[in-house]
């Protein structure tokens, strides 16, 4: 029997306690609890079955605390779903309540979970926002674990546009507060972040170094699900290496803790991190069989966003193949989901993805619609890293054109970003402007060069 099985044993024999004495307030927070445990492991629905069944007593009585925690509790599970416009009206009514009742440390929270949901939509300027003032309240009231909590999720946010070194220092930041704790869990979290940064930023080494670090604390202090993430992450940081074999290791690790625990949400992503390797060997059947395994549990769950990233998934595998067709018919989903729940970054990767068949297909004109449709959205959100992908891609359909002056300029752009933000995709591009040199002949390649020294 997991931990997480054991809570849900003891809790369910407090609820039936609680039941039998007719002790309605006591119900209430059992429900709570619950759905805490089952939003935790994955499973939405009963996490939200057990929020709202909370959140109706909770009413009926008028106990303001327990409404205050049922409704964040389901803003949360709405969260995790990808329903983000449903998330934000819970996440706003706890706002409320804990404006209305004074509590501070509820204000705060209210302000971090609409800024997570900002987040996750890609609304990056109002992420930053809220979570800048729930760190002003931690810092006015002294509150160290609320400051480490608001410096995390802000690097989160900087991590996501691309600014490295800014998530970098703010982890650093949150991890410094941290160690002079015993909470280890939430340190072998930042641990993770850390690594993951490092990854991001090409350094591979170093990565493993932080996510072994992590692994050992989950390891000692019995963290299975801490232990199913470093799994995890080690594969990815294989997986960018080429070596698969290690990644899918490591990924069917990761996968044997989400099952034995119940977390149904992790094991979807490592469906789908496994189909990626088989679709990077070439395996496609492989590859369909676990992203479609994915898919058939995000669909159960209500994960939308999950769905979202399966049907992505689908479609790249379809691409892969030379089925262009079914390819934009998945990519079309994912957009439609995306478009629903208002995940603008999820749009302009789907439109990234799109563009990348139309050139497949030698249908320039419409790749470029698509990527200037992706380039907008990551320049308004200030994805910096989606900017660099996206105008290094036009650059490729310009050069495609045979407008190579056009190619070089892209290219230039995109180098520039990457070497500015430490990312190994700088070498894809440095390949892409050899192979301009090359379509070009190297005396026109080096009149161009002239030309840009004398006009830069």
Same mark, same amino acid.
């Given at each position: 029997?997991?931990?997480?099985?054991?809570?849900?044993?003891? #809790?369910?024999?407090?609820?039936?306690?609680?039941?039998?004495?007719?002790?309605?307030?006591?119900?209430?927070?059992?429900?709570?609890?619950?759905?805490?445990?089952?939003?935790?492991?994955?499973?939405?629905? %009963?996490?939200?079955? =057990?929020?709202?069944?909370?959140?109706?007593?909770?009413?009926?009585? &008028?106990?303001?605390?327990? @409404?205050?925690?049922?409704?964040?509790?389901?803003?949360?599970?709405?969260?995790?779903?990808?329903?983000?416009?449903?998330?934000?009206?819970?996440?706003?009514?706890?706002?409320? @309540?804990?404006?209305?009742?004074?509590?501070?440390?509820?204000?705060?929270?209210?302000?971090?979970? @609409?800024?997570?949901?900002?987040?996750?939509?890609?609304?990056?300027?109002?992420?930053?926002?809220?979570?800048?003032?729930?760190?002003?309240?931690?810092?006015?009231?002294?509150?160290?674990?609320?400051?480490?909590?608001?410096?995390?999720?802000?690097?989160?946010?900087?991590?996501?546009?691309?600014?490295?070194?800014?998530?970098?220092?703010?982890?650093?930041?949150?991890?410094?507060?941290?160690?002079?704790?015993?909470?280890?869990?939430?340190?072998?979290?930042?641990?993770?972040?850390?690594?993951?940064?490092?990854?991001?930023?090409?350094?591979?080494?170093?990565?493993?170094?932080?996510?072994?670090?992590?692994?050992?604390?989950?390891?000692?202090?019995?963290?299975?699900?801490?232990?199913?993430?470093?799994?995890?992450?080690?594969?990815?940081?294989?997986?960018?290496?080429?070596?698969?074999?290690?990644?899918?290791?490591?990924?069917?690790?990761?996968?044997?803790?989400?099952?034995?625990?119940?977390?149904?949400?992790?094991?979807?992503?490592?469906?789908?991190?496994?189909?990626?390797?088989?679709?990077?060997?070439?395996?496609?059947? %492989?590859?369909?069989?676990?992203?479609?395994? /994915?898919?058939?549990?995000?669909?159960?769950?209500?994960?939308? /966003?999950?769905?979202?990233?399966? !049907?992505? &998934?689908?479609?790249?595998?379809?691409?892969?193949?030379?089925?262009?067709?079914?390819?934009?018919? #998945?990519?079309?989903?994912?957009?439609?989901?995306?478009?629903?729940?208002?995940?603008?970054?999820?749009?302009?990767?789907?439109?990234?993805?799109?563009?990348?068949? !139309?050139?497949?297909?030698?249908?320039?004109?419409?790749?470029?619609? =698509?990527?200037?449709?992706?380039?907008?959205?990551?320049?308004?959100?200030?994805?910096?890293?989606?900017?660099?992908?996206?105008?290094?891609?036009?650059?490729?359909?310009?050069?495609?054109?045979?407008?190579?002056?056009?190619?070089?300029?892209?290219?230039?752009?995109?180098?520039? @970003? #990457?070497?500015?933000?430490?990312?190994?995709?700088?070498?894809?591009?440095?390949?892409?402007?050899?192979?301009?040199?090359?379509?070009?002949?190297?005396?026109? #390649?080096?009149?161009?060069?002239?030309? =840009?020294?004398?006009?830069?």
């Amino acid at each position: 029997m997991s931990v997480d099985d054991q809570t849900l044993e003891a #809790f369910q024999k407090a609820l039936d306690a609680a039941e039998k004495s007719g002790l309605i307030t006591e119900i209430s927070k059992c429900y709570n609890q619950i759905a805490n445990v089952h939003q935790k492991r994955g499973d939405y629905d %009963k996490a939200l079955d =057990f929020s709202s069944k909370a959140l109706e007593i909770s009413e009926k009585v &008028q106990d303001t605390a327990e @409404i205050l925690k049922s409704t964040h509790q389901i803003a949360i599970v709405h969260q995790k779903r990808g329903d983000y416009d449903k998330a934000l009206d819970f996440s706003y009514k706890t706002l409320a @309540i804990a404006e209305k009742i004074g509590d501070i440390i509820g204000v705060s929270k209210s302000y971090n979970q @609409i800024g997570i949901v900002h987040q996750k939509r890609g609304d990056y300027d109002w992420a930053l926002d809220f979570f800048q003032k729930a760190l002003e309240i931690a810092e006015r009231e002294g509150n160290a674990a609320g400051i480490s909590v608001g410096y995390q999720n802000m690097g989160i946010v900087h991590q996501k546009r691309g600014d490295y070194d800014t998530a970098l220092e703010l982890s650093h930041k949150a991890l410094e507060i941290k160690e002079k704790t015993d909470d280890f869990h939430t340190i072998l979290r930042i641990y993770g972040q850390i690594g993951l940064l490092q990854k991001l930023r090409g350094d591979y080494d170093r990565a493993l170094d932080f996510t072994l670090k992590a692994l050992g604390i989950s390891e000692k202090i019995g963290d299975i699900a801490g232990t199913s993430m470093c799994y995890n992450q080690i594969g990815v940081v294989n997986h960018e290496r080429g070596e698969y074999n290690k990644a899918l290791d490591f990924y069917k690790k990761a996968l044997e803790i989400a099952e034995k625990i119940g977390d149904v949400a992790e094991v979807s992503k490592n469906y789908n991190q496994i189909a990626t390797v088989y679709q990077n060997r070439g395996d496609y059947d %492989k590859a369909l069989e676990f992203s479609c395994k /994915a898919l058939e549990i995000s669909e159960r769950i209500g994960d939308v /966003a999950a769905v979202s990233m399966s !049907y992505k &998934q689908i479609g790249i595998v379809h691409q892969e193949k030379g089925d262009y067709d079914r390819a934009l018919e #998945f990519y079309q989903k994912a957009l439609e989901i995306a478009e629903k729940v208002g995940d603008i970054v999820g749009i302009s990767k789907s439109y990234h993805q799109m563009g990348i068949v !139309y050139q497949n297909r030698g249908d320039y004109d419409r790749a470029l619609e =698509f990527y200037q449709k992706a380039l907008e959205i990551a320049k308004k959100v200030g994805d910096i890293v989606g900017v660099a992908g996206t105008v290094g891609m036009i650059g490729k359909v310009m050069h495609m054109k045979k407008q190579y002056k056009d190619a070089f300029i892209d290219y230039l752009i995109a180098l520039d @970003i #990457f070497e500015r933000i430490g990312s190994p995709n700088l070498n894809i591009i440095n390949e892409l402007i050899s192979e301009l040199t090359k379509d070009m002949g190297e005396e026109d #390649f080096n009149r161009l060069m002239e030309e =840009f020294k004398n006009h830069p």
